[in-house]
C-alpha cells in the first residue's frame, strides 16, 4: 500500500497526503518548491498547508521573511489518531442513545409477478412463524404450491401458523385437509366477513398480496404498524370461529 494511500485511510484528504509527503521529502521547503513537488498549483497548496497546520501536522519556520514549511514528525499522526479515539470513547454512549431514541422510519417494498410474490412467500417461511388472514380461492388459483407448501412446513415443525380464513367454500374445503396442533391453528371469520387478499404479518413485518388483474405483493416493514396489525390479529383470533364450529 503507498504512504499517500494509508495517509488518506486515516482521514487526509488526497491533496493534503500529497503536500504532507512533499513536506516529509522536501524537509523545510517554500509554498512553491512544495507545490511543485505535489503536484498542485500554488493557491491551492496555500490552502491546504493552512489546513494542515490547524491539524498540527505543518508548521511555518518562524523569523523568515520567505514563507517556508516544515511537515512535524509522522508520530503526530498517531497521537492524533489517540485523541480522536479517546474522544468518540467519551461521547460514544451519547450518540447511541440518540440513535436508540431515534423515530422509526417504515420500509415499504415493492414485489411484483410471480417471482416477486414467491419470493415474499419464502421470507415469511424463513422466518419461522407467520400469521395470515386469507382467502384462498385466488391463491390456489394462481399459486397452488403455497398452500401445500404452508401446511406441509408446519407439519414438519419448520413453521408456526396461525390462520383466519373466511367462509368461502374454497377455504373449507382446505380446513378439511387440516389437523390443528401446536404448529397449525386455524379458525373461521364470523359469518359475513370477508378478505379479498392473501395477508401475512411475520416479524416487524405485514405482507399483502394481491392476485387479481395484477400479481404482486406489498411488504410493510415496521415495528409500531405491525405491532398494532397484530393487536388487531388477537382480537380477530378470539372472536373468530374454530374450525369445528
Known amino acids: 500500500m503507498e504512504n499517500i494511500e494509508v495517509l488518506e485511510k486515516i482521514g487526509l484528504s488526497d491533496k493534503e497526503a500529497s503536500v504532507y509527503m512533499a513536506l516529509l ?18 493557491p491551492g497548496t496555500y490552502l491546504i498547508l493552512d489546513e494542515l497546520e490547524k491539524r498540527g501536522l505543518v508548521s511555518q519556520v518562524p523569523q523568515n521573511k520567505k514563507a517556508l514549511y ?3 514528525a509522522p508520530e503526530k499522526l498517531f497521537s492524533d489518531l489517540q485523541k480522536k479515539q479517546e474522544l468518540l470513547k467519551r461521547f460514544l454512549p451519547n450518540l447511541e442513545a440518540l440513535h436508540n431514541q431515534k423515530k422509526e422510519k417504515p420500509r415499504v417494498q ?13 421470507k415469511i417461511f424463513a422466518h419461522g412463524e407467520v400469521s395470515f388472514f386469507a382467502t384462498l380461492g385466488d391463491l390456489d388459483r394462481v399459486l397452488p404450491s403455497i398452500t401445500k407448501e404452508v401446511s406441509s412446513r408446519a407439519k414438519a415443525h419448520k413453521l408456526k401458523v396461525r390462520e383466519i380464513l373466511t367462509g ?11 389437523i390443528p396442533d401446536e404448529y397449525y391453528q386455524l379458525r373461521f371469520t364470523q359469518p359475513g366477513m370477508q378478505f379479498f387478499t392473501d395477508n401475512a404479518i411475520f416479524g416487524e413485518s405485514v405482507a399483502f398480496f394481491s392476485f387479481n388483474v395484477q400479481l404482486f405483493a406489498v411488504v410493510i416493514t415496521s415495528r409500531e404498524i405491525t405491532g398494532s396489525l397484530k393487536s388487531l390479529y388477537d382480537m380477530a383470533w378470539q372472536n373468530a370461529l374454530s374450525a369445528n364450529q
Not at 25 to 42: D, F, N, Q, Y
Open 25 to 42: 521529502e522536501l524537509g523545510t521547503a517554500s509554498v512553491m518548491s512544495i507545490a511543485h513537488k505535489a503536484g498542485l498549483k500554488r
Open 70 to 72: 516544515v511537515a512535524e
Open 110 to 122: 415493492w414485489f411484483q409477478g410471480k417471482e416477486g410474490v414467491l419470493e415474499v412467500y419464502e
Open 168 to 178: 368461502t367454500e374454497a377455504d373449507k374445503d382446505y380446513a378439511k385437509n387440516i
